[in-house]
Nanobody
Framework: QVQLVESGGGLVQAGGSLRLSCAAS????????MGWFRQAPGKERECVAA????????YYADSVKGRFTISRDDAENTLYLQMSGLKPDDTAVYYC??????????????????????WGQGTQVTVSS
């Protein structure tokens, strides 16, 4: 079992920055594809960023491209989401997720939430205008 715990959320003014962290425990996630999702009130959960096991491939939703950066530190068993140029529309609960992958799929990232095996409890990000 893998436990994922997000941190780093909070209240920030529009234009500001936050860095979310997702600490993994239980097992090393070095062989896991990882993703960041968010869910705003009344909206479906969406993938904002994803990263392959190898870290060599990343995905960003159009709405965050150029503003958010996903990265992973497998030595620290931690996933990050650096967010800058925050907008009120970025207000949501942010979740990290992990999917066990294999060498043959080490270059793949996943954007569908149904493909992920493990989830954190979420961290609230609120952007004021």
């Amino acid at each position: 079992q893998v436990q994922l715990v997000e941190s780093g959320g909070g209240l920030v003014q529009a234009g500001g920055s936050l860095r979310l962290s997702c600490a993994a425990s239980g097992r090393t996630v070095s062989s896991y594809a990882m993703g960041w999702f968010r869910q705003a009130p009344g909206k479906e959960r969406e993938c904002v960023a994803a990263i392959s096991w190898s870290g060599g491939r990343t995905y960003y939703a159009d709405s965050v491209k150029g503003r958010f950066t996903i990265s992973r530190d497998d030595a620290e068993n931690t996933l990050y989401l650096q967010m800058s140029g925050l907008k009120p529309d970025d207000t949501a609960v942010y979740y990290c997720a992990g999917r066990k992958t294999y060498v043959s799929s080490s270059f793949l990232y996943y954007t569908a939430d149904t493909l992920y095996d493990y989830w954190g409890q979420g961290t609230q990000v609120t952007v004021s205008s």
